[in-house]
Nanobody, 115 residues
Framework: QVQLVESGGGLVQSGGSLRLSCVAS????????MYWLRQAPGKGLEWVSS????????IYGDSVKGRFTISRDDAKNTAYLQLNSLKTEDTAVYFC????????RGQGTQVTVSA
């Protein structure tokens, strides 16, 4: 059974940091690109970042470039998203996924940034 379980969300003040984790199981994690997406209240899914197999290629959306860092640890079947310099507009549910559209995604973790 394929599972993606996100954690690490929470309430943080503007300018703060969080580290999100995504533990994967039920598939060959090391062979897949992994993705992070988010959904703000009342809005659609927004792609945030991608990381290639092995982690040699990372890509970011313009809204998070320079502030967020994606990484992976294949030995732990885990993907990470480091969120720095958080802004109120980063408030959203964050999902990890096996595809860029987010069709195959986990249940998400809530990130709330207060002013």
């Amino acid at each position: 059974q394929v599972q993606l379980v996100e954690s690490g969300g929470g309430l943080v003040q503007s300018g703060g940091s969080l580290r999100l984790s995504c533990v994967a199981s039920g598939f060959s994690f090391s062979k897949d690109w992994m993705y992070w997406l988010r959904q703000a209240p009342g809005k659609g899914l927004e792609w945030v970042s991608s990381i290639s197999r092995g982690g040699s290629v990372v890509i970011y959306g313009d809204s998070v470039k320079g502030r967020f860092t994606i990484s992976r640890d294949d030995a732990k079947n885990t993907a990470y998203l480091q969120l720095n310099s958080l802004k109120t507009e980063d408030t959203a549910v964050y999902f990890c996924a096996r595809d860029r559209a987010g069709i195959r995604r986990g249940q998400g973790t809530q990130v709330t940034v207060s002013a």
